[in-house]
């Protein structure tokens, strides 16, 4: 694993744990994001392992999404290289997982830790944990939820929180659908543990060749909307506004769009 990168993983009780550790909020660097799509393969082809757990080791962050600087001033060619990566190589990685993965999201989840968490196949969310989509915020776009959030939440509560770019807590993200469960911040790691091992109990063949089937029907045609998902942002990233918008967040500024 890359020196930039800090992802711990460990095995017990046929349960895998990927543990997020770049401080201030484990936002993405190139480097981290391999060592994440690694530590997914890693726990895919280990037998031994039936279950997966993703959380993070940093108080109240559980992943703050991208670091600016592989945007800003970045050609739509070295954007699309990242997203390979983010949307789909994860989406890839997931689908052909073989065994059940959980987001354990202690804190705040924004942009592209939104899309990490919801690759999994359950997100468990502390009762302090916030969530929301702030790239429209940027002059950029959350382009990979267009994809699937409307069908999770509805067309007009999608456009809301993707327009708006305003956070919503733990509550409401459940309310939503978008967790599956709430609970107490102190006992979400053992709560995600205890799930998992649930998960780990059972026959692997009948959870391998189930989720296979599940992730089938849940598809809907999302393998092309992550392909159109790619374009939408490259073709808005490398935009006057965006890099303003940029800008002005690392400057703690007003955007002057143009």
């Not at 460990?10 to 484990?26: C, F, G, T």
């Not at 990685?93 to 959980?102: N, S, V």
């Not at 393998?223 to 506004?241: L, Q, S």
Request: charged share 25%.
């Amino acid at each position: 694993m890359s020196t930039d990168a800090k992802i711990h993983y460990e095995v017990s009780k046929h349960i895998a744990e990927i543990v997020l550790d770049r401080p201030p909020v484990n936002a993405f660097s190139v480097p981290f994001l391999d060592d994440i799509l690694a530590a997914f393969r890693r726990a895919a082809e280990d037998k031994n392992v039936r279950a997966v757990v993703l959380r993070s080791a940093l108080p109240d962050r559980f992943c703050a999404g991208l670091d600016l600087d592989i945007i800003l001033g970045k050609s739509g060619l070295d954007v699309r290289k990242f997203l390979q990566k983010l949307y789909i190589d994860l989406w890839d990685i997931q689908t052909k997982m073989g065994k059940p993965t959980i987001a354990a999201v202690n804190g705040a989840a924004r942009g592209g830790g939104m899309t990490l968490a919801i690759s999994c196949d359950m997100v468990l969310a502390a009762d302090s944990a916030t969530f929301g989509y702030p790239e429209i915020d940027l002059a950029v776009l959350p382009a990979i939820h267009f994809a699937h959030l409307h069908r999770i939440i509805g067309r007009y509560r999608a456009f809301d929180l993707l327009f708006t770019g305003r956070t919503f807590s733990a509550g409401e993200a459940a309310t939503l659908g978008l967790v599956s469960r709430v609970v107490s911040k102190d006992a979400l790691h053992e709560e995600a543990r205890t799930l998992a091992a649930t998960f780990a109990d059972k026959s692997p063949t009948a959870v391998r060749i189930g989720r296979a089937a599940f992730m089938r029907a849940c598809d809907l045609d999302y393998t092309r909307g992550v392909a159109n998902a790619v374009e939408d942002f490259c073709n808005i990233a490398v935009t006057p506004d965006a890099q303003e918008g940029l800008t002005a967040f690392l400057e703690k500024r007003k955007p002057n769009w143009k």
